[in-house]
C-alpha cells in the first residue's frame, strides 16, 4: 500500500476514523437506522460479485471486517496512524486478516493500491478535494466503486433535533463538504457510470462502474 508510514501527521482536509460512534453505539434508535446501512451496505456489494476490495478510508475497520467475513480478499487504508491501530485491534478480535495501512487519498496508485471493489464511505465529505480525491477512487477501481456519504440538510436536522452541534447550525466536526443526495449523484455521474442509489436515512449510497 503507498502512501505515507504508521506515525505521519494526517493531511489537510482529511479526518481519521469517526468523530461519533455509529458502529457500537446501544442506542435504539442508531441501531435502527445502522441497520439500514448495514443492509444497503451489503446487497451492493453483493451486486458487484467482487472478489477483492479495498477500503479508502478505512476508519476503525468495520467495513472492512464486514467484507472479509463475506469472503472478500480485502486491504484497507486510513490517513490516521492511530485509526489504523484500532482497526488492526478490530480484525484480530474478529479472527480475519485484512492488510491495513496508513494512506494519504491523494497518494494512492492503481498500480498497488487498484481493486475490483473500492470502497469509500463517509470520507468525501471531510475532504478539500473531492474532484480529485474521486479521480483517484477511479483509477483503483476496475471497475466497481461504492461511495456513501451523509445526506444533507437532513443529517444536520437530524443533528440538531438530538441537541447537538447547534452553535455549528447541527454540522458534524470535520465536515467540509455537504453533498445532497441530487448533488452526490451530479457530481458522480459527471464521472461513472451509475449502478444504483440508495438512501437509507441519513445517507445516500451510490453504486458507479468507471
Known amino acids: ?120 464511505c463517509e470520507v468525501m465529505e471531510h475532504l478539500d478535494s473531492p474532484q480529485k480525491a474521486f479521480d483517484v477512487l477511479c483509477r483503483l477501481a476496475s471497475p466497481y466503486l461504492i461511495v456513501s456519504v451523509p445526506r444533507e440538510p437532513l443529517w444536520r436536522a437530524l443533528n440538531m433535533a438530538r441537541g447537538r452541534y447547534w452553535s455549528e447550525l447541527g454540522n458534524t466536526p470535520g465536515h467540509v463538504q455537504h453533498w445532497s443526495t441530487t448533488g452526490l449523484v451530479n457530481f458522480i455521474g459527471a464521472r461513472a457510470t451509475i449502478l444504483e442509489i440508495v438512501t437509507p436515512t441519513p445517507w445516500t449510497f451510490v453504486l458507479c462502474r468507471v
Open 1 to 120: 500500500m503507498t502512501g505515507p508510514e504508521p506515525g505521519v501527521l494526517p493531511v489537510s482536509g482529511q479526518t481519521g476514523g469517526n468523530y461519533y460512534d455509529k458502529y457500537g453505539s446501544r442506542n435504539p434508535v442508531v441501531r435502527r437506522l445502522m441497520a439500514g446501512y448495514f443492509d444497503t451496505f451489503d446487497r451492493l456489494v453483493a451486486k458487484t460479485g467482487a472478489r477483492s476490495a479495498i477500503e479508502v478510508g478505512c476508519g476503525e475497520g468495520h467495513l472492512s471486517i464486514r467484507l472479509a467475513q463475506a469472503g472478500l480478499k480485502v486491504r484497507a487504508c486510513d490517513v490516521s496512524a492511530e485509526v489504523i491501530d484500532q482497526a488492526r485491534r478490530n480484525a484480530a478480535q474478529a479472527g480475519v486478516d485484512i492488510p491495513l495501512g496508513t494512506a494519504d487519498i491523494y497518494s494512492l496508485s492503481p498500480e498497488t493500491d487498484g481493486a475490483e471493489l473500492v470502497i469509500c
